[in-house]
C-alpha cells in the first residue's frame, strides 16, 4: 500500500490489498498543482472530505469512469447520487468496515457549500477521515482550522495536515496539531496552490521534527510506501 499526494489535498491510496485504489479529494481539472502527464488507476472509492469545488473536483467524472463509489457525508451523497454517483453516506464521527478497510468521519471545522451553477446548495459537515488497512492509519485532516478534537486521535502512522492559512490551519496552527496526536509521519498540504494560501512547508518540517516526529514534503506525483511507518 501506498500513498500518492496529487496537489492541493488530493491524496491517493493505492494497492491497498494489492486490489483497490482509493482517492481523496479528486480535485484534478483546474488543479494547477496537479502532476501533469499522471494517469489515475482505477477508482474503487472516492471519498470527499466536502462540498468546495476544489476537494469534490473531478468526483462525478471518476465515478462514471470507473464506476467508484463515493464516500461523504450524507448531504453530499445525497447531492451527488442526483449526479449519476454511487454513494455510501456517512456523518462525523460514524465508522464503517468497507472491503478494503475501516473509515471513520473526523470533525472539521470549515463550509461545505456546494456551487451548483447559480446556486449555493447545502453541502453537509465537513469532515476529515480516518482510514484503517492493511494495520497502518492514514488521517486526511480535510479543510479545517485547529479543533480540540484532534487531541482524540491515536495511532496514526500518516497524518495529511494543511498548512496554507485563510481557510484553513497555518503553519503554527499545523504545529499544535502535529503536538497534540504524534503522528508517526506528517505529510503538509493545502498550500501553496494559489497565493492566497503561500505556505513554507521547510518550516513547517523543521518545527515537526523539533517534536521528535518525522515530516515528508510530498511534490504532487510522489509517492511513500506504508511500509517501515
Known amino acids: 500500500m501506498k500513498v500518492t499526494f496529487l496537489g492541493h489535498a488530493a491524496v491517493l491510496v493505492s494497492d491497498i490489498e494489492e486490489k483497490y485504489n482509493v482517492i481523496i479529494d479528486p480535485f484534478i481539472s483546474g488543479n494547477p498543482a496537479f502532476p501533469k502527464g499522471f494517469e489515475l488507476p482505477k477508482i474503487d472509492y472516492v471519498l470527499v472530505t466536502h462540498g468546495h469545488a476544489d476537494h469534490i473536483g473531478d468526483t462525478v ?41 475501516k473509515v471513520k468521519l473526523t470533525p472539521a471545522l470549515h463550509g461545505s457549500g456546494i456551487h451548483d451553477g447559480d446556486k449555493v446548495i447545502y453541502g453537509g459537515n465537513p469532515c476529515g477521515f480516518l482510514i484503517k488497512a492493511e494495520g497502518k492509519t492514514i488521517y486526511h485532516a480535510g479543510d479545517t482550522g485547529l479543533t480540540k478534537e484532534m487531541e482524540l486521535l491515536k495511532g496514526v502512522d500518516i497524518a ?9 490551519m497555518d503553519v503554527e496552527d499545523a504545529l499544535i496539531a502535529v503536538e497534540m496526536f504524534k503522528p508517526k509521519t506528517v505529510v503538509p498540504i493545502h498550500y501553496n496552490t494559489w497565493d492566497i494560501i503561500h505556505a513554507d512547508a521547510e518550516k513547517f518540517k523543521d518545527g515537526v521534527e523539533k517534536l521528535g516526529l518525522r515530516c515528508v514534503i510530498l511534490k504532487p ?7 517501515g511507518v
Do not use: A, R
Not at 495529511?160 to 484553513?168: E, Q, S, W
Not at 506525483?221 to 511500509?227: A, H, L
Open 221 to 227: 506525483g510522489e509517492s511513500i510506501s506504508c511500509e
Open 160 to 168: 495529511f495536515i494543511p498548512i496554507g492559512g485563510n481557510f484553513v
Open 61 to 101: 467524472e471518476i465515478c462514471k469512469e470507473h464506476s467508484s463509489t463515493v464516500i461523504s457525508n450524507y448531504e453530499l451523497c445525497n447531492y451527488l447520487q442526483t449526479k449519476g454517483c454511487k454513494v455510501h453516506p456517512m456523518h462525523v464521527g460514524g465508522v464503517y468496515y468497507f472491503e478494503f478497510g
